[in-house]
């Protein structure tokens, strides 16, 4: 049953009202960033505690070399230098003993303000069901962001959307968990610390990830990296959100909103009791009525053939 609802839900989520909803107007922004080549690649120094933790930085060396350049060409003007990043590779222990207090329970990798230091908590990547892949990247890209725009704040969905749909960390379940959850975060409420429950701190990183994606979407596979290198030149991110995107951010905030409502809104009420009993009541009827028919039809077909000569 609950298969059946997320792809009831999901299919709801894309057809619903698609000519209904608000597109932001184009902005003229440029036209993008060339290819970056592997030199301009920051250089990602690893240090370990253990020969697990060892075979971990192998894995996500390998891992930069050949997904990095395909994130820096949208996040770094071409030629751009980017510098050290140094990654920690550590057990839970150690973990714990460094950051324990600056993340929830939850938490398996961190990226520190200045985008100089990440660390990663190897020892509970499977505990919490996340690839060395996904977190590796997903700290790197908030390095990216902290070194691209300095001292300038930028909201927490934009942070952490974008460390989601760079890492590729969206799943099939993602945008249909927030269908059968009945509600999105407003962004306006994701823009400091998201909330520490796992639940609570699940939709909100979803939701992030629905608005970046709703970003490129509307302005351009490049806006991300435009957004971060008017951010620094103009020494805030609201200045440069509007300069790049020629809306301001409470606009493309509110758009959001409605889009979800909408696309969300009509999912959400066919997929809760008791509407969803009256839906599954109609198309099993229709089905019901349909098979009489055909038996019927058949009926008479085979009356017609016995009294045939």
């Given amino acids: 049953m609950r298969y059946l609802l997320m792809v009831l839900a999901l299919f709801l989520y894309l057809t619903a009202f698609p000519a209904a909803l608000p597109a932001a107007p184009a902005a003229a922004h440029p036209a993008g960033h060339p290819a970056m080549s592997p030199s301009t690649l920051p250089l990602v120094h690893f240090q370990v505690e253990s020969e697990a933790g060892r075979t971990i930085a192998e894995t996500c060396g390998e ?18 230098r980017l510098d050290t990043v140094t990654c920690l590779i550590l057990n839970n222990d150690s973990f714990q003993r460094n950051f324990a207090g600056r993340l929830p329970d939850w938490g398996v990798g961190v990226a520190m303000p200045g985008g100089r230091l990440i660390a990663i908590n190897y020892s509970r990547l499977s505990v919490v069901g996340r690839g060395v892949r996904e977190v590796f990247l997903h700290e790197m890209v908030h390095a990216i962001l902290f070194q691209m725009t300095g001292q300038v ?9 974008c460390a989601m749909m760079y890492s590729g960390e969206w799943r099939f379940s993602d945008t249909v968990s927030l269908v059968l959850d009945g509600k999105v975060p407003n962004l306006d409420r994701l823009q400091g610390r998201f909330p520490a429950p796992a639940g609570l701190a699940d939709r909100a990183y979803r939701t992030s990830l629905l608005a970046v994606n709703r970003l490129r979407d509307n302005h351009g596979d490049m806006v991300v990296g435009d957004i971060l290198e008017a951010s620094a030149r103009t020494g805030a991110f609201s200045l440069a959100f509007d300069e790049v995107t ?3 951010l409470g606009d493309f905030m509110d758009d959001f909103a409605r889009a979800m409502n909408l696309r969300l809104g009509w999912a959400v009420m ?3 009791w008791p509407t969803l009993f009256v839906l599954m009541a109609v198309i099993f009827a229709a089905g019901a009525a349909r098979k009489m028919i055909q038996t019927r039809r058949r009926l008479a ?6 009294t045939e000569p």
């Fill in 246 to 248: 020629g809306i301001s």
């Fill in 63 to 80: 891992i930069w070399k050949t997904e990095g350049p395909r994130i820096m060409s949208e996040l770094v003007p071409s030629g751009a």
């Fill in 153 to 161: 704040w930028l909201p927490t969905w934009f942070h952490e959307g």
């Fill in 270 to 272: 066919l997929t809760r």
């Fill in 301 to 306: 077909e085979m009356a017609d053939e016995e």
